[in-house]
């Protein structure tokens, strides 16, 4: 698909939570994970980047950590994500050492081979480049950035971690923007509350400490469930006042965390639009779609205009298309 020049159109999801139903599901269909999706493919692909939160570890081989949740993904759902358009996930998350440190090398080395980009964790301790990535497109230069103020076990130095690490996340931004020249910074946190469908004093003050740096886009994730998004215009310390966009939380995009209710089977998907305007790159819009999860089989579709799910999207303040 080609796309305006001057345009660059970013796609953010929620958190991809191969439960054991979806895992059954995507490895006994022909089509594999993308039956969970299938209906939304061409929305996937509408986009310059495509990004999703990947809720835990592919690392079939190795036994789980002692801890309630512990997540495992079979290494298939990586490629099923690259043909389904998605570009890169975060891996920085509470989820993230469920398999312990050769868990989460093994998902770094699973992702490589598949081609999918991926952000948040490292295996190598005397590199910084497992906590950022940078994708060109269509001459647009973006840097990633991901962390986790939320951890299942004791923090590791292979995962980036949002408070111990802020300091240095913030420094990683402006490095962004001034030595790596990249037009756009997203940064993309696992923060907050599950469950609560507003943000936290804590996501509220990361977000403007973030901007201060120099970010342009945060999407947020952890909550399981959507929250607001807001724009924030400020200055950051490399002297650019613009407006800022931050999606607190994008909810879920597959799981089987529905006895929630609509605020667990309903999720979004966020596009935002930046544009270019005098060599530089200027946030535009944003517009979500209301999306919806169902079983027997698992499947997610758009949600029905005027139905209880496109209500509760609607009763956020997001911008909905």
């Known amino acids: 698909m080609r796309f305006a020049q001057a345009d660059i159109k970013i796609l953010g999801v929620g958190d991809i939570l191969i439960h054991q139903p979806l895992r059954r599901q995507g490895l006994d269909r022909p089509e594999g994970f993308l039956s969970l999706w299938a209906d939304l493919l061409p929305d996937l692909k509408n986009a310059h980047i495509t990004y999703g939160n990947l809720e835990g570890p592919m690392a079939d081989h190795l036994a789980p950590q002692s801890v309630q949740y512990s997540f495992n993904f079979p290494s298939r759902l990586a490629g099923d994500l690259v043909d389904s358009g998605f570009d890169i996930v975060s891996t920085a998350n509470n989820h993230s ?57 004791s923090q590791s130095p292979y995962v980036a971690d949002c408070g111990q690490d802020q300091e240095y996340l913030g420094a990683l931004i402006k490095e962004m923007k001034l030595k790596m020249k990249a037009d756009l910074v997203i940064v993309i946190p696992h923060w907050g509350e599950e469950k609560r469908v507003d943000p936290t004093e804590r996501q509220k003050s990361l977000a403007r400490y973030f901007f201060r740096k120099g970010a342009d886009l945060i999407m947020g994730a952890h909550p ?68 919806v999860m169902s079983a027997s089989p698992y499947k997610l579709t758009q949600a029905l205009r005027n139905s209880d799910e496109y209500k509760f999207v609607q009763s956020l303040n997001l911008i909905v298309r």
């Open 97 to 153: 050492l469920d398999r312990g440190i050769e868990g989460l090398w093994e998902t770094i080395r699973v992702l490589n081979d598949s081609g999918l980009s991926h952000v948040g964790t490292r295996s190598d301790l005397n590199s910084s480049e497992g906590f950022y990535k940078i994708l060109d497109v269509e001459g647009v230069r973006t840097a990633w950035i991901a962390c986790t103020d939320v951890v299942n076990f």
């Open 224 to 291: 399981h469930v959507l929250q607001p998004a807001e724009f924030v215009t400020l200055e950051d310390e490399l002297g650019e006042s613009k407006k800022r966009l931050v999606f607190y939380s994008l909810g879920n995009f597959v799981s089987n965390q529905l006895y929630y209710g609509l605020p667990q089977k309903t999720s979004v998907l966020a596009y935002t639009t930046f544009k270019r305007k005098d060599e530089l790159l200027e946030l535009s819009s944003y517009e979500v779609v209301p999306v």
